[in-house]
């Protein structure tokens, strides 16, 4: 036997089915009984409407009343995911932490004799690339690698190598090994054109080995060092052990890393080796072609969460909207993705040179939930100054949100989608006056003038943020391009400054003096300091320019959230009355929430410190009452 039924017993008893099988089904909340481990579904093997398939956790079988598929944890990823028994159970034994027991003899036989030779032709192609690059013929590429920042370690971790410019470079070297020129050929190496003789499909390109979930080589991707003609990048064709739409690169080796932290979705091979350069191993990217349900589905069984971090440009972003869009029928509550904004023009490597690696750490610790994306996706690529326009995304979010197949799942999102529209709706009648009819409710909280005076300071600080804002656009309209991305979804309170940033983002502001002027005397108004503000004059002050205004962004967008919240608080305290019967919302806990948002930092750091200090006092105790109870005994 292949593997010991203790072993196989052993993964039963550390995997569940159920989650397994959940990847897969909706489980009918009727019919199932989670505290008996007993689960019930449409089956996912023949169409049905009604829950007939069925799952036990206690006994580790699943059945189908329908069709009658019936089968163990074993079978059912064998049948439902089309791997083999022997990588269902290393997949599951991977999951459950449990290392392989398996005998020699099995290992051999698990892959045919025709598979087994195209698997050895690919690992000495490889070798040949690698000993070509190292060589000195391929020092132009060697320091090509070099100069993209990597190092020599990272090259030979990823094996990098470089095909000959010849066009039977390989060719021959395989031949010399024993191997025909139609094995060449069958393993995508090379080809042959209409009367000519085969020739090497990789010709002075950097290559970059594609291995499966063995760790062995099924496939290259190539780029060119010499741009001026043919594809930048090229990938072997498709085999009988390469499927390009069910692998990714470097899958195997980031799932050793994302026990702690998640997987990496970027770009292209380079990404994901450029993050490694910087101890960042837990990246793998796409085969040339966009994300596809395979890949996805090979993701969730290492990673629930992944992060999807492509580059700051309108192909990043359509790739990023694409992604989304295959996620969402088949995301559910242990299955999901997050997507981690880069700025505009920017990819990984790209960041991390200019601006480090704890500034892209940073951009993937803050990623995205799905619905927020979504919700600021849409947002980004309208002008909402209308309740016709707000109500028109609203519509379109909805439909878009439908394609989720988990219907409680689907609830939530809907849920959230429609407070993000009401805060947003909120946030455009800004000229009505909240504060009206509030004041025996903030009475309660604090003195009435003393309310006023922090809102109006708030309120203050805020006009003054958005002037200097306006003032540096308009000292260096090159930011505008430069800065799209951050100053995709900007509001302005003031309805001058709203109205000049729309026309010159969307330049429909001609190039009047006295156009400008004017808008430089209204941020001047609303904040006088900048009459001898020469820092966004300053050419040779530009680095510092961009700092503050990017710091500048960011400060507004969190004033405006704090009073926003605020707001919020208010309208609730006036329509929630102290005899409230809703314990969950009662006046008292308004109250404090109230306190909390006027109390700003200070309060949260209070909260902190008395909380650390609570812990610390409560140890204390702890240890000394078992220290009494020890000696008593």
């Known amino acids: 036997m292949s593997f010991s039924s203790a072993f196989l017993d052993k993964i039963k008893t550390s995997v569940k089915i159920s989650d397994i099988v959940s990847r897969h089904v909706n489980w009918d909340p009727k019919k199932s009984n989670l505290s008996k481990q007993d689960f019930w579904a449409p089956c996912p093997f023949h169409k049905e409407k009604t829950a007939s398939f069925h799952v036990d956790d206690t006994k580790g079988f699943y059945y189908c009343f329908g069709c009658q598929a019936k089968g163990n944890i074993f079978s059912f990823l064998k049948e439902m995911e089309g791997i083999s028994f022997f990588d269902a159970v290393k997949l599951l034994s991977e999951k459950a932490g449990i290392p392989l ?50 190092s020599i370690d990272t090259i030979k971790e990823f094996k990098l190598g470089l095909s000959p410019s010849k ?23 090379a080809y042959k054109p209409e009367n000519k003789p085969l020739v090497d499909r990789f010709r002075n390109r950097v290559m970059f080995p594609i291995s499966n979930l063995n760790d062995r080589v099924v496939a290259f991707g190539g780029r060119s060092l010499n741009t001026t003609y043919g594809a930048k990048y090229i ?7 390469f499927k390009k739409g069910s692998l990714l690169f470097n899958l195997r080796s980031a799932q050793k890393h994302s026990k702690n932290d998640p997987l990496v979705i970027v770009e292209g091979y380079m990404d994901v080796i450029s993050l490694a350069n910087n101890s960042i191993n837990n990246a793998v990217a796409p085969l040339g072609t966009s994300l596809t349900k395979e890949q996805l589905q090979l993701i969730w069984r290492v990673c629930e969460e992944p992060i999807l971090l492509l580059d700051g440009d309108n192909a990043g972003r359509l790739a990023a909207t694409r992604a989304v869009e295959l996620a969402l029928p088949l995301i559910s509550y242990n299955q999901t993705i997050r997507i981690a904004n880069l700025p505009s023009n920017y990819d990984p490597d790209d960041l991390i040179k200019q601006r480090g690696k704890d500034a892209l750490k940073h951009i993937i610790d803050n990623s995205l939930g799905l619905s927020h994306f979504i919700f600021i996706n849409e947002k980004s690529q309208r002008k909402l100054d209308s309740p016709e326009r707000i109500r028109k995304m609203h519509i379109e979010l909805m439909n878009k949100l439908k394609k989720i197949k988990d219907i409680d799942l689907k609830k939530m999102f809907l849920a959230e989608i429609n407070d ?22 903030e009475n309660k909280i604090k003195p009435r003038t003393q309310t006023i005076s922090r809102i109006q300071a708030a309120e203050k600080e805020i006009n003054k943020l958005e002037a200097e804002i306006m003032f540096c656009l308009i000292k260096n309209p090159i930011f505008i391009k430069v800065f799209k991305a951050q100053l995709t979804g900007l509001d302005f309170s003031d309805e001058f400054f709203q109205k000049s940033f729309w026309q010159i983002r969307h330049e429909q502001l001609s190039n009047s003096s006295d156009i400008f002027n004017l808008i430089s005397d209204q941020a001047t108004q609303k904040n006088p300091p900048l009459k001898n503000h020469l820092i966004y004059n300053d050419k040779n002050k530009e680095e510092m320019s961009r700092n503050l205004l990017l710091n500048r962004i960011t400060t507004l967008n969190l004033a405006k959230n704090r009073l926003e919240s605020l707001k919020d608080l208010k309208i609730k305290i006036k329509t929630q009355r102290s005899d409230s019967q809703n314990k969950g919302e009662s006046f008292e806990i308004i109250q404090s929430e109230y306190r909390r948002a006027m ?6 750091e209070d909260s902190i410190l008395r909380e650390r200090k609570f812990d ?18």
């Open 101 to 150: 027991e398996i005998d020699n003899d099995f290992k051999r036989s698990t892959t045919s004799t025709e598979e087994q030779k195209l698997l050895n032709i690919n690992e000495a192609a490889c070798k040949f690339f690698t000993k070509y690059l190292f060589s000195t013929k391929g020092s132009i590429a060697l320091n090509y690698l070099k100069d993209r920042g990597l």
């Open 167 to 189: 066009s039977d470079g390989l060719i021959n070297s395989l031949v010399s090994e024993g191997y025909t020129e139609q094995d060449i050929e069958n393993a995508g190496l």
């Open 235 to 241: 990938n072997s064709p498709e085999t009988k052990i």
């Open 420 to 441: 993000r529209i009401r805060k947003l709706q909120f946030q455009k009648n800004t000229n009505i006056k909240q504060s009206q009819g509030l004041k025996s409710a």
């Open 599 to 604: 109390g700003g930092s200070e309060f949260v």
């Open 616 to 633: 610390t006092e409560s140890l204390d105790v702890f240890k000394k009452s078992e220290r009494k109870a020890f000696q008593k005994k």
